[in-house]
Nanobody
Framework: VQLQASGGGLVQAGGSLRLSCAASGDIWIYRAMGWYRQAPGKERVLVADINRDGSTNYAEDVKGRFTISRDNSMDTAYLQMNDLKPEDTAVYYC????????????????WGQGTKVTVSS
């Protein structure tokens, strides 16, 4: 499975961005896709994930502002980010997991290259 993340950029606080994660290869083997982010000097943390039945999970600090979705073929996942804040600045990574309900980063076997999001105040 290969993942290609895109859609990052520079945006002012309060603005929006939509990230995309396109998967190719043996996409049938994975059960969930997720977005993680890593801010400068910090660990990579979960932002949101979605599994094949459409169930979603969000980090507390993005609930109500971010929405994760995927197309029916499960080969592209999206992260709609609204009301962005400077603390959302990070490199965003998409991942794919063979675990039905991944609960930790180590459950993700495949990762994209990351896309940088910068939110100015």
């Amino acid at each position: 499975v290969q993942l290609q993340a895109s859609g990052g950029g520079l945006v002012q606080a309060g603005g929006s961005l939509r990230l995309s994660c396109a998967a190719s290869g043996d996409i049938w083997i994975y059960r969930a896709m997720g977005w993680y982010r890593q801010a400068p000097g910090k660990e990579r943390v979960l932002v949101a994930d979605i599994n094949r039945d459409g169930s979603t999970n969000y980090a507390e600090d993005v609930k109500g502002r971010f929405t994760i979705s995927r197309d029916n073929s499960m080969d592209t996942a999206y992260l709609q980010m609204n009301d962005l804040k400077p603390e959302d600045t990070a490199v965003y990574y998409c991942g794919a997991s063979e675990v039905v309900i991944p609960t930790r980063q180590s459950h993700y076997e495949f990762w994209g290259q990351g896309t940088k999001v910068t939110v100015s105040s």
